[in-house]
């Protein structure tokens, strides 16, 4: 497995980060109204919850205290207020309800945008940034991370702002009501907002560490899920399982670390509430012998105080939230801004044919500045000839193809096409006349038309026609239902071969100019190989075509042979030319024949 070196990259988002808040708010841009319909809702419902303790004064005072006269009046005036009461509640709802929905419309919208933008970004970018990236690591920014950010637009923009105009009413109601009492308990505040403040600093440190163990969790994951053939088949399960452990215990402690943390914040506030209600009731309830206050005010009080503690305990979790969205905001947009290092040229060159004639002039390549892996090849490859590149492993084969469909660039050098340089061109216009088939075969849970034609727009004559011509209609017609035969995800109900097959099949039908097999039968049994090489064989016919492979033996037809050794072309001729010459060819065919003998 790679080891990719786990970290969680970027920093720390920060709340008051205007540039992430700005970045946001352009894709909020077209959602405008509606956040101003959902602050005018705000509103409503802050008033309609700042009436009710109002109401509930109103009718103790004015129809349940001593000094309220006439019974009759009184029932009937308590009525009215329970019918005011009942009113407020219905508009703090109705007007609740519509401004959640507006704000989780807006903000799975939103995210809706933001995953698209990403997805697409990620389809752009260069191998060299998914070989130094693990893919756990890219799903989890796909996936947790915008999970994150909707959590912030569900969980805190739906009460941060009504939570925030309720503590500012709350508090200029209390001081209209009673100075003293309000002063008594603002004395409650620095304490409160100081441990806010401290919770808030370790939960995001807590949420930080969580969110940076399930990166390294979902890698892992998805390391194993791919690679769990060979898990299997080598007995690595105990020790795949005994990493999972101590993984996912990790995880566990982290998130143990945050739950005592959060046990204790809670209960911690709930006390500071509590403390403050014992003061109020014992200040306030001694104004209320004294007649400096009405019991109905006391009341009041207390139900401003318990509104006010609520929001005041809620808003360090909504912080801790906001805080974690921003990290993964952050997270995010790095992601988006990380530019591919193969760029189109601002007016790509598009000629009317392609020849197929490649030049590498003193190319050289290394993956990393300390990894060297080509050494200023020298290679011209004419229109219609058929060459074959062969060497050992890591001689740079396949890395030579790699850059002449631009997954890369070189370092150095210049790889020319039909006398243009490749920056010329687009890297999709080069991959539309570049075919590649590779020993790994993508293959959808379709039919065997759509995965041979595969966007293409052929129709099925062109493809039966196709299929025919390089003699592959074998292979289709043996599979039950021929070209209407559905393939299982990932081609299980497929052979090796036969997966091949479809792959060159699907290679041909987009005619590129070009054709390269990159290590195309080293896995397919002998027929077909047979059926392959047969193929092969027609559809190499006036076009340029290379051939990488380790079997020899499906080399002998080309034109000619170039022998790669540590980055450079050490030999080049016919088969015959360099059997001859007796040097490295030579010795590749020897040690191929004898293994083939041994097996």
């Given at each position: 497995?790679?080891?990719?070196?786990?970290?969680?990259?970027?920093?720390?988002?920060?709340?008051?980060?205007?540039?992430?808040?700005?970045?946001?708010?352009?894709?909020?841009?077209?959602?405008?109204?509606?956040?101003?319909?959902?602050?005018?809702?705000?509103?409503?419902?802050?008033?309609?919850?700042?009436?009710?303790?109002?109401?509930?004064?109103?009718?103790?005072?004015?129809?349940?205290?001593?000094?309220?006269?006439?019974?009759?009046?009184?029932?009937?005036?308590?009525?009215?207020?329970?019918?005011?009461?009942?009113?407020?509640?219905?508009?703090a709802f109705c007007a609740g309800f519509i401004q959640v929905v507006l704000?989780?419309?807006?903000?799975?919208?939103?995210?809706?945008?933001?995953?698209?933008?990403?997805?697409?970004?990620?389809?752009?970018?260069?191998?060299?940034?998914?070989?130094?990236?693990?893919?756990?690591?890219?799903?989890?920014?796909?996936?947790?991370?915008?999970?994150?950010?909707?959590?912030?637009?569900?969980?805190?923009?739906?009460?941060?702002?009504?939570?925030?105009?309720?503590?500012?009413?709350?508090?200029?109601?209390?001081?209209?009501?009673?100075?003293?009492?309000?002063?008594?308990?603002?004395?409650?505040?620095?304490?409160?907002?100081?441990?806010?403040?401290?919770?808030?600093?370790?939960?995001?440190?807590?949420?930080?560490?969580?969110?940076?163990?399930?990166?390294?969790?979902?890698?892992?994951?998805?390391?194993?899920?791919?690679?769990?053939?060979?898990?299997?088949?080598?007995?690595?399960?105990?020790?795949?399982?005994l990493k999972f452990k101590e993984l996912n215990r990790e995880y566990l402690?982290?998130?143990?670390?945050?739950?005592?943390?959060?046990?204790?914040?809670?209960?911690?506030?709930?006390?500071?509430?509590?403390?403050?209600?014992?003061?109020?009731?014992?200040?306030?309830?001694?104004?209320?012998?004294?007649?400096?206050?009405?019991?109905?005010?006391?009341?009041?009080?207390?139900?401003?105080?318990?509104?006010?503690?609520?929001?005041?305990?809620?808003?360090?979790?909504?912080?801790?939230?906001?805080?974690?969205?921003?990290?993964?905001?952050?997270?995010?947009?790095?992601?988006?801004?990380?530019?591919?290092?193969?760029?189109?040229?601002?007016?790509?060159?598009?000629?009317?044919?392609?020849?197929?004639?490649?030049?590498?002039?003193?190319?050289?390549?290394?993956?990393?500045?300390?990894?060297?892996?080509?050494?200023?090849?020298?290679?011209?490859?004419?229109?219609?000839?058929?060459?074959?590149?062969?060497?050992?492993?890591?001689?740079?084969?396949?890395?030579?193809?790699?850059?002449?469909?631009?997954?890369?660039?070189?370092?150095?050098?210049?790889?020319?096409?039909?006398?243009?340089?490749?920056?010329?061109?687009?890297?999709?216009?080069?991959?539309?006349?570049?075919?590649?088939?590779?020993?790994?075969?993508?293959?959808?849970?379709?039919?065997?038309?759509?995965?041979?034609?595969?966007?293409?727009?052929?129709?099925?004559?062109?493809?039966?026609?196709?299929?025919?011509?390089?003699?592959?209609?074998?292979?289709?017609?043996?599979?039950?239902?021929?070209?209407?035969?559905?393939?299982?995800?990932?081609?299980?109900?497929?052979?090796?071969?036969?997966?091949?097959?479809?792959?060159?099949?699907?290679?041909?039908?987009?005619?590129?100019?070009?054709?390269?097999?990159?290590?195309?039968?080293?896995?397919?049994?002998?027929?077909?190989?047979?059926?392959?090489?047969?193929?092969?064989?027609?559809?190499?016919?006036?076009?340029?075509?290379?051939?990488?492979?380790?079997?020899?033996?499906?080399?002998?037809?080309?034109?000619?042979?170039?022998?790669?050794?540590?980055?450079?072309?050490?030999?080049?001729?016919?088969?015959?030319?360099?059997?001859?010459?007796?040097?490295?060819?030579?010795?590749?065919?020897?040690?191929?024949?004898?293994?083939?003998?041994?097996?």
């Amino acid at each position: 497995m790679h080891n990719f070196g786990y970290f969680e990259e970027g920093r720390i988002g920060r709340v008051s980060d205007a540039r992430l808040w700005r970045r946001l708010l352009r894709y909020c841009r077209r959602h405008f109204m509606g956040l101003g319909a959902a602050v005018l809702l705000s509103l409503l419902v802050t008033a309609a919850t700042l009436a009710m303790p109002k109401i509930m004064q109103l009718a103790i005072d004015n129809c349940m205290t001593a000094s309220s006269d006439g019974t009759v009046l009184r029932v009937n005036n308590l009525f009215h207020y329970g019918q005011a009461y009942i009113m407020a509640i219905g508009i703090a709802f109705c007007a609740g309800f519509i401004q959640v929905v507006l704000l989780e419309y807006i903000g799975q919208s939103v995210m809706h945008r933001i995953r698209n933008d990403l997805y697409s970004h990620l389809l752009g970018l260069d191998l060299a940034f998914f070989h130094s990236h693990p893919a756990g690591r890219l799903v989890t920014r796909l996936t947790n991370d915008i999970q994150n950010m909707h959590e912030m637009f569900t969980s805190v923009m739906v009460t941060l702002f009504n939570d925030i105009l309720k503590l500012v009413g709350i508090l200029v109601l209390l001081y209209l009501f009673n100075m003293r009492l309000a002063m008594v308990m603002t004395l409650f505040l620095p304490l409160s907002l100081i441990i806010t403040l401290v919770f808030s600093r370790l939960a995001r440190d807590r949420f930080r560490a969580i969110r940076s163990q399930l990166a390294v969790l979902n890698s892992f994951l998805q390391e194993i899920v791919s690679a769990v053939t060979v898990l299997q088949l080598f007995g690595r399960q105990r020790k795949s399982l005994l990493k999972f452990k101590e993984l996912n215990r990790e995880y566990l402690q982290r998130t143990l670390l945050q739950i005592r943390l959060f046990g204790t914040f809670l209960p911690l506030t709930e006390f500071m509430g509590a403390l403050a209600m014992a003061v109020i009731l014992w200040y306030g309830g001694g104004q209320v012998i004294k007649n400096r206050l009405t019991l109905g005010e006391l009341v009041a009080f207390f139900s401003y105080m318990r509104l006010f503690f609520q929001p005041m305990r809620e808003l360090s979790q909504k912080y801790s939230i906001v805080q974690s969205a921003m990290a993964s905001a952050e997270r995010i947009f790095q992601l988006l801004d990380t530019p591919s290092s193969i760029n189109s040229p601002q007016r790509p060159f598009i000629p009317a044919v392609i020849r197929g004639d490649i030049v590498f002039s003193s190319v050289s390549f290394g993956y990393s500045k300390d990894e060297q892996v080509l050494d200023n090849v020298d290679l011209h490859i004419r229109p219609g000839e058929t060459v074959a590149l062969v060497g050992s492993s890591g001689a740079g084969k396949s890395t030579l193809m790699s850059l002449l469909v631009r997954f890369y660039d070189p370092s150095r050098g210049t790889i020319f096409l039909d006398g243009h340089q490749l920056s010329e061109f687009s890297p999709e216009f080069l991959r539309e006349q570049i075919g590649i088939v590779l020993q790994d075969v993508l293959i959808e849970p379709d039919t065997v038309f759509a995965n041979i034609s595969l966007d293409t727009g052929q129709n099925r004559a062109f493809v039966n026609t196709l299929l025919h011509q390089t003699g592959m209609d074998f292979f289709v017609n043996r599979l039950p239902r021929g070209l209407d035969t559905r393939i299982g995800e990932g081609g299980h109900n497929l052979s090796a071969g036969e997966k091949q097959l479809l792959a060159f099949a699907r290679v041909l039908c987009r005619d590129p100019a070009v054709l390269i097999l990159d290590e195309a039968t080293s896995s397919v049994d002998t027929e077909s190989e047979n059926l392959l090489e047969e193929a092969v064989r027609a559809g190499f016919s006036d076009r340029t075509s290379l051939i990488i492979a380790h079997r020899l033996s499906t080399v002998r037809r080309a034109d000619r042979v170039v022998v790669m050794a540590r980055g450079r072309v050490v030999e080049q001729g016919s088969h015959e030319q360099l059997m001859e010459k007796n040097g490295l060819y030579a010795d590749l065919v020897h040690l191929d024949w004898r293994d083939r003998n041994n097996s």
